[in-house]
C-alpha cells in the first residue's frame, strides 16, 4: 500500500516548525525542513492567543516548501495534555477501544466527556499475569480545536493531532536505529518545556513534562540588560553583546544550566528508582534549548553517559542543490518533532 506524506507541522511557543519527507522507491528523502519565530506572546501556555502571527508563520513555511501536500500531522502539549502509563486487565485492542472511557476516567483530572481519548498497548504487565501497560493521551477538545480550525483556515487538512513525546519517539525509531544502548532518554527542550522521555528498545517507559524551558533564560536576560524579547533571543543566540558585560549573560546561562541538570537528574532517579532498575545509556537532546550555552558538556559531566544533540536528517536523503547543509545543522535539534510528526504515516504502515 502506498504511504500518503503528510507535513509535520510542530507549532511551538517560540518557532513554528514544518518538515516533510517523501519515500521513493526504497528511500526517504527530506523534502522540506524550515522554522519560523512566533512573536512573543503569540502562543501562551500552549494557547493560541495571535492566530494571526500564528498563520502567517505557517503560511510563510507552507508557501516556501511549495509542497502541494495538504494533510498536516501536528502535536499539542501543555497542561490541557495528559499522558499516562496505566495497569489495566489484560484486553484485545478493539476491546479496550470500547472501554476506553471507562478504565480512562479514574486518570483524567477533566471531565470524559470534555477530552479526546487516545491510547497504546505497551504490553504484558511484568509480574501481574493478566494485565498490560498502557499509555493513555488525553487532550481537551476546545485546545485541540485551536490547533485544528487554525489549520483548517489555512486550507490545510489536520489528519493527526499527535502528542509531542510520541513524536520524538517516531523521530528516534527512524533517525536513530543504530544506537547500541537498551535505555534511552530523550529530552527535548523547548520554549517553555522540557519532555523527558525514557524508551526501552525504542518503546517508551515513561515521559515526563518539567515546566520550564529557553523562555526562563530570554526574560531573565530581558530583565538583567533591559532589552525587548527580540533583542534576549539573539543575544542567547551570540550576537554582538556591544558595551554588555559577556560575564553577566555567562552567569545567567550558568544558573539555568545548573537547573536543568540538577531537574533532569530529580527525573531520571525517579525513572531508576521507580521504573526500572537498568541503567540509562544514553541522553539524546533536541529542541532549540539544547543548543544553550554550556548544557549538553554539563549533562555529560553529571551523567557520564554519552549525550548527543538530535540530527533528525542523519538517515535521509537530502539533496545539496536543494539544501543548505549549514542551516539544517543549525535547525536540526528543534526540527526533531516536526520530522516525527512528517513520519508518522511511514510509522503507521509498519505497524
Ligand atoms: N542557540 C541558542 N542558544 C540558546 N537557546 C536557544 C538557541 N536557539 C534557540 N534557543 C532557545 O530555544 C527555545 C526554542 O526552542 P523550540 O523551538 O524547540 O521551542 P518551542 O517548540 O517553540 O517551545 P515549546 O515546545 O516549549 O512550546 C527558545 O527559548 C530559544 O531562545
Ligand atoms: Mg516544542
Redesign the pocket.
Known sequence: MAVSPVIGL?I????V?LAQISRSRNRLDLGFAGLAPLPDGA?VE?SIKNPDAVSNAIRALYDNSRSRIKQVCTSV?GKAVIIKQVTVASMKDHDLEKLIQIEAEPYIPFDMDDVNLDFFILGETPERPGFMEVILAAVKKDFMAEYVDLITSLNLVPTVVDV?PFALEVMYEFCYPDVEEDIVALVN?????INVSILKSGTSQFTRDLPM???N??REIMRFFNVDFVRA?NM???AQLGNMNPGNLETIFERYVDLYVSELRRTLDFFSANVSTQAIGRILLS???A???GLPSAIQKEFNIPVEVVDPFRVFNVDPNVFDSDYLGRIGA?MAVAVGLALRNERDKQV
Open positions: 510542530d511551538g511557543t517560540n518557532t516548525k502562543i500552549k502539549a509531542d527542550l523547548g520554549a517553555t518545556n524551558g529557553g523562555d533564560i530570554t533571543e542567547k543566540r551570540g529542541g532549540g534549548g543548543a544553550t550555552f528543534t
